[in-house]
C-alpha cells in the first residue's frame, strides 16, 4: 500500500492495488460523519469500439451504450431494484457516466456497510433481459429529451463538434433515440465482459475509516480474483487543428451563451498537474475577476458573472474550455482571444493567482463527496489529486507564460454560441 | 451573533442576513441592494479591489443575494474563507464582510451613480431571462398562479416597471432603512471564528410579524406553450399548517426519492419520465410536484399523480414505503451537519420562525411519526394549481 501524507493540509490518502488490478483510494477524515463511496470503470460513451477480450473480435456498439449499461446494472434476479433498496436504507445513491467513465456511488451517515453489500453486488452481478432492456428505453429517451432542451448541454457538444473531427467526444453520451433503439441485450452483456472486470475499475473511499480495515472490508467484497488482460480500445484518427472555427444553436434564449475552445496537443501533455495549475493562472491572471479584460466587459454591461473556465484532459483529447454569457457574444470572444493574444502573466497576477488557487484546493477538502469525485476523475486519468497541493509551490511564472504561448498565442480557438 | 463550531471544516463560513417583510412595492428595490453593495465600499471602492482583497485573502470568496423565505425577503452576505491552520498568514475575513454590508461607497448622499445603472440593467436581463431555465422558470410560475395577489407570488427580483423607477438617491435611502429597521441575524460556522459587529441603530421597531399570509385556494388549470421537446408538468398542493414533521413524511412517501409513489408510477411503472418527485415549503404550508414529460401525455400524467393522492388518502402506504420514506428525511437532515452553508440555513430558519430547534430533536420528532399520522393527514391536502410548460403536440 502506498501512503502519501501533506502536512501542510493535514491530509493523507492511501493507494492499494489489488491482484486482479483494481485501484483502492481511501481519504480518510476524522470529524464526518458522512461516508462516501464511489467505484467506476473506464468506460465511458468514447468507448464504442474495442476488440472484446474473450474472442479477440472487434466490435462496435451503437452511441449512447455505456450510459445505458449504467441505468441496467441497478437491476436484479430476484426484481429488486438496488437504487431503491440503497435508498430504503437512507443511502443518496447514485450513478452516471461521462466521456471516460461510469460510476456508482453512495454517501450516508448510517448503514455504510449494508450500502457497501448492494453496491459492490449489484455492480458485479449484471442481470439483463430483452425485457427489462426494453423498458428502459422509453426513460433514457425521456433523458435524452431532457438534455435536447438544455441550452449548457447544446453549447458544450456544439463546442467538441467545433473542436474534434472523428474524436467520438463529439457524439451526446447517452446517444440519440435512434441509436439507443438498437441496444440489445447481448451488446449490454459484451461490454459488461469486457469494461466491468476490476482490472479496469477505480473505487475512492472517503470518511471516518481505519483505511486498512476499509480496504479488507472492500476485498472480501470482490468476485473476481484474476487479473485481465488489457483492453484495446479503438479510436478514430483524429486530425491536428480543429474541425470548425464556429457554430451556432438557436433555442430560443435571452440571454445568449458562449464557450470558446482551445484544443491541446495530447504529445505535449507531459506533467497534466502542472499544466492545469499553470493554465488556472494564465486565466485567472488574464481573464478573472481580477483582470483589467473582465472590469472591460462587466462595465460596459457584456458580461454579468466570471467566466467559467476548465482544463479536460484524458489519454484521447485535450482542451481549455471558457464559457459565459453576454448579449454579445462575439465581441466577448474578440476581446478574450486578443488579450490571450497580446498579454502575458504579471508577477504580481501570478503571485495573488497562487494564492487563491491554493485557497480553491484546500477548500475541496471540506466533503468527502468533493474529496471522493476528485480523487476518481483524477485516477482515471492517471493523476493523484495530492500533486496539486504540492506542484502549486514548484511553479514558476517562466513555465506559465510557456503555456501561455504555446496554447493560447500560437493556437486557433472555436467559438460555440447558444442563443 | 451566533456560534456554531465544528471541527469537520477546512474553512469558516460567516453570514449576515438582513430580513424585511416582502410587499410588492419594496421586493424589485431591495433585490437590488446586495448587487449594488458587492461594486464598492469606502475603503474597496470598486469590484476590482474587493476581488484583489479577497484572492489575496487566499481565495476568500465572498457571496451575495436575495432569497423568499415564507413571506419575508432576505438579503444574504458570506464570505467564505480557510480557518486559520491553513492560512499561511492570519486574515481578518468578518471586518471585510461587515466593509461590504454596512459601509458602501457613497457619493452626493447616494449610490455610486455608475454601479446603480449597471446593476439596474443585470437585474432586467436576468428578470427578462427567466424563461432560459425550463425546469425552475415553470415551478416559479406555478408558484406565481397558485399565489396570484398574496406576498408568495412576488417574483424574488420583483418586476422590470418597477425598476426603471429606481435611481441611486432613492436606492440609498432604502438602503438606511433597512439597515435601521430589518431584522439583522449573523452567523458564523467554523472554529476559531471572530466576531460580527453590527452598526448601532436608532430604531426599536421590529418589522417582523410571525405570521403566515391566508391563501385561498385557487383551483387553476394553466397550460402556457413554449418551444420545448419535454413539457414541465407542476401541480402545487396546499397542506395544514401543522404537523410540519407529518407532512414532511407524507411529502417524502410521495414524491422523494426512488422509493416513493411518484417516482414509481409515473416513471417506472408507466416509463412516461426520466425524473419525478415533489418538495415541501414548510413555511408556506405548500407542496409542488415536479415532472417532465412528452406534451401528449398529459392526461395521462395528471391523472396517474391524482390516482397517487388518492392513494394516500385511502391508506395505501406500504411499509416499505412508509419506512424509506422516513429514513430518506432523516438521513438527508443529519447531512446538515456536513455543509457549513446547510447549518446556517438550518438555524437561521429556526431562529426566524421562533422555534429554536436542535437539529437532533427535529430529527427525533420526524421518527416519532407514524403511518396513522400520515393517512390521517392526507385527507386535509388539497390540490390547488396545475401548470404545464408544454410545446408542440
Redesign the interface.
Known sequence: MKIIKNN???ESVYIETLENGMKIIVVPK?????KYVIWATKFGSIDNNFIEPKTGKEIKVPDGVAHYLEHKMFENENGI?S??KM??????ANAYTTNDHTAFLF????NFYEGLDELMNYVQSPYFTDQNVE?ER???G??I??Y??E?DWKLYVNTMDCLYTNNPIKLDIAGTVESISKITKEILYSCYNTFYHPSNMVMCISGDFEPEKIIEEVKKRIKTKEKNEEIKRIYPKEQKGINKKQKEAN?????PMFMIGYKDELEQCDDVVKKDLAIQIILNSLL???SKIY?EL??D?LL?TSLDISYEYSKTYAHVLIAGES?DPKKVYEKIEQTLKKENVSEEDFE??K??????I??E????EEIGRMYLSDAIKDINSMDYIDKIDEIDIEYVNEILNKLFKENESVLSIVR | MNIIKTETFKTNLYAIFLTVPMNKDTVTINSLIPAVLRRGTEKYPSQLEINKKLEEMYGASFNCGVDKMGDYQVLKFYIEILSNKYLPEKQNATKFLEELVFNPLVENNGFKREYVDQEKENIRRIIESRKDNKAKYSLDRCIEEMFEGEIYGLYKFGNVKDLEKIDEKKLYEQYKKIINEARIDCFGCGKELENIEIPVRNSKENLIKNEIQKHEIKNKEIKEKMDVTQGKLIMGLVTPEEPKSVISVYNTILGGGANSKLFQNVREKEGLAYSAGSSYIRRKNAIFIKTGIETSNYKKAVEIIKKQLEEMKNGNITDDEFNSGKKLITSSLSLIQESQEDLIAYYFDQKLYDENLELNKYIENIEKVSKNDVINLAKDIKLDTIYFLHGEE
Not at chain 1, 476524522?30 to 458522512?34: D, G, L, P, W
Open positions: 501542510k493540509i493535514d476524522k470529524n464526518t460523519k458522512k431494484d437504487l431503491y435508498m430504503a436504507l437512507g443511502l443518496d454517501a450516508g451517515t448510517d423498458k422509453g426513460i433514457i425521456q433523458e429529451g431532457r435536447d432542451d441550452p433555442m430560443g434564449i435571452n440571454m478573472g475577476k481580477t472590469q462587466y462595465n454591461g454579468q448579449t495573488r493567482s494564492k487563491k488557487i491554493y485557497g480553491d484546500v477548500t477538502y471540506n466533503d468527502v
